[in-house]
């Protein structure tokens, strides 16, 4: 089994910006690619950015393209974002995922996920 916890999220200003964690144990994190989804209140999940196991390639919604950077730690079992020039619209719950295999655009392709951390940004 794989567990998956986020943190770093909280409430800041549009403008501003925060780093979200995602520390996986379990299992050997190098096996696992990685991915992070957000989801507004009333509104589906939605796909953020994505990073291969070795971080070689990486994936970015348009919407955070340029202003977010997914990166991992193999050695800290975790999984980064960063998230700068946030917006209100970046207003969400954000969770990471673990995955063998895929590019990580799409829910089905993950196999764990965390609780989720929230994200709050006020204009």
């Known amino acids: 089994q794989v567990q998956l916890v986020e943190s770093g999220g909280g409430l800041v200003q549009a403008g501003g910006s925060l780093r979200l964690s995602c520390v996986v144990s379990g299992r050997t994190f190098m096996n696992y690619a990685m991915g992070w989804f957000r989801q507004a209140p009333g509104k589906e999940r939605e796909f953020v950015s994505a990073?291969?196991?070795?971080?070689?390639?990486?994936y970015y919604a348009d919407s955070v393209k340029g202003r977010f950077t997914i990166s991992r730690d193999n050695a800290k079992n975790t999984v980064y974002l960063q998230m700068n020039s946030l917006k209100p619209e970046d207003t969400a719950v954000y969770f990471c995922?673990?995955?063998?295999?895929?590019?990580?655009?799409?829910?089905?392709?993950?196999?764990?996920w965390g609780q989720g951390t929230q994200v709050t940004v006020s204009s």
């Open positions: 995922g673990a995955r063998r295999v895929g590019e990580g655009k799409a829910q089905y392709e993950y196999d764990y």
């Open positions: 990073i291969s196991w070795k971080g070689g390639s990486t």
